[in-house]
């Protein structure tokens, strides 16, 4: 097991705020800030956190990010693309600063933590004037302070697996709040860099989860997105271990009328954890579970550590206790050595299992993990040619398995106007599936009863009760 893991001390968390008020009287402070973010939930969750301490600061969000005098890009490397993103946008933002000679720029999140990524910053990327890692988020008052009052650039990563609390935030949403419940991840899969760049397992203790719960209840919050690498393996770092199913079930007796949560293990998930979820009335009958290949000898050198019968019997049962969950998966093609076979095997994967939506990705191959290192790498052709076949393959499945919600009743938390019609409003029903239906702007934020009529576009389309 695990050692337990440690806060940040109170006084570190107060020589921090500190450091805010000193900014807020700093006369050289950036008058307008923008968070750009790439990558997850975590990640969409930490810039809450930077925009929090920023408005601490006393410094005001921009509309647009070219009109900003301090930008922020919050990074993501789970796979390439992500990263040549991030940099791409940074560079670009260095023209910017020919027209505003005073903007900042800064570069934070889980690229900053790969190994080597802090001595190329400091050598290749020079224009940029302040970069930390995810282990230092809660570090950022310090390190703007001492941005703001030098002429080099700052560039801080350090290993160190801590838990923050007390941060301030303020959400994107009003209606919906995401809630961390553990940092990290211990699974090692081997494609996969978040161990590296997210550092150990920590669970926050149950009495800081539902502090913060109960908080966020009171100012109205409908729906709560408890957030995890591994959430199944909730708890068992903890002095007194706690599951994540007792968790659930002390959310759900305070009455938080929504509760969702990512991501899952398929090894981790319990039958204790999937008869919660039938027993629980607030937790959403939908369940991300990511799959990441159908063939046996690939989940091995994935290090998934389940088999594919293993899979589907736990799905299986999630289907037997909340009958018509929504499902939903993430599957990677093209891993190293992946067979024709191999490949065949998730695609009789996916038409077994009958998902409501899943998430496909090309391998892309992150230094230091141990996929990266195996012989027999996919060539890109074949990997672009095989997720088309999995993408179509899905598409025409989810035409077919969203049929079973329609004449069904919904709630849908209306999230924004739809993107086809300003007079259509959409949002995510109790199953996790989006639907569409006539509204108006002022219903953001609502939940509202719908029949649902339809299938458009591989999303629900509803009326109102
Ligand atoms: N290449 C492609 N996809 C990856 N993922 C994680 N690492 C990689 C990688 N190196 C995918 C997995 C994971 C999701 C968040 O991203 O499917 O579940
Ligand atoms: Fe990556 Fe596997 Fe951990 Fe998910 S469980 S973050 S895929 S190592």
Request: hydrophobic residues 35%.
């Amino acid at each position: 097991m695990d050692r337990a893991a440690q806060i940040v001390s109170e006084e570190e968390m107060a020589r921090q705020r500190e450091y805010i008020a000193e900014i807020r009287d700093l006369p050289q402070k950036p008058r307008t800030f923008y968070v750009v973010t790439y990558g997850c939930q975590m990640n969409a969750h930490d810039s809450e956190k930077l925009t929090g301490m920023l408005t601490e600061m006393g410094i005001e969000p921009a509309e647009e990010r070219d009109q900003a005098d301090f930008v922020i890009f919050n990074t993501c490397c789970v796979r390439e693309n992500a990263e040549r993103k991030a940099l791409g946008n940074v560079t670009w933002l260095k023209e910017i600063r020919k027209r505003n000679p005073s903007l900042i720029i800064a570069v934070c999140g889980c690229m900053i933590q790969e190994p080597g990524m802090a001595e190329k910053i400091l050598q290749q990327y020079k224009f940029i004037n302040l970069a930390f890692g995810t282990s230092n988020l809660h570090r950022f008052p310090e390190l703007m302070y001492r941005t703001l009052n030098t002429d080099q650039n700052t560039v801080v990563v350090e290993d160190r697996d801590l838990i923050p609390e007390g941060l301030p935030i303020v959400r994107a949403r009003r209606e919906a709040a995401y809630l961390t419940i553990m940092y990290g991840c211990n699974n090692y899969c081997s494609y996969c860099i978040v161990p590296y760049v997210r550092g150990r397992e920590r669970s926050r203790s149950p009495e800081h989860i539902l502090h913060e719960a109960e908080g966020l209840l009171k100012s109205g919050v409908k729906e709560i997105m408890l957030l995890g690498q591994n959430v199944n393996s909730y708890g068992l770092d903890l002095e007194h271990p706690f599951s994540f199913a007792s968790l659930l079930k002390q959310l759900d007796a305070m009455g938080i009328p929504r509760i969702r949560f990512m991501t899952s293990h398929p090894k981790d998930l319990s039958d204790e954890l999937t008869e919660t979820m039938a027993a629980c009335r607030h937790v959403l009958p939908q369940f991300h579970l990511p799959v990441q290949s159908g063939s046996d000898r690939i989940l091995a050198l994935m290090n998934r550590r389940y088999s594919r019968a293993q899979y589907l019997d736990r799905v299986r049962k999630l289907r037997e206790a909340v009958p018509g969950i929504g499902l939903s998966t993430d599957i990677i093609v093209g891993f190293p050595g992946e067979t024709e076979e191999d490949f065949q095997d998730s695609m009789s994967l996916v038409n077994e299992v009958r998902y409501d939506s899943a998430f496909t990705f090309i391998y892309s191959p992150r230094v230091g993990t141990r996929a990266a290192a195996m012989e027999n790498q996919i060539r890109p052709q074949v990997a672009t040619e095989r997720i088309q076949r999995l993408i179509a393959l899905q598409e025409g499945l989810q035409q077919e398995t969203l049929k079973r919600f329609v004449g069904m009743e919904e709630e849908v938390l209306i999230e924004g106007l739809s993107r086809r019609s300003s007079e259509e409003i959409s949002g995510k029903g109790l199953h996790g599936v989006s639907i569409t239906m006539q509204g108006k702007r002022e219903e953001i934020g609502r939940i509202i009863r719908c029949r649902v009529t339809g299938v458009k576009n591989n999303t629900l389309t509803g009326v109102r009760e």
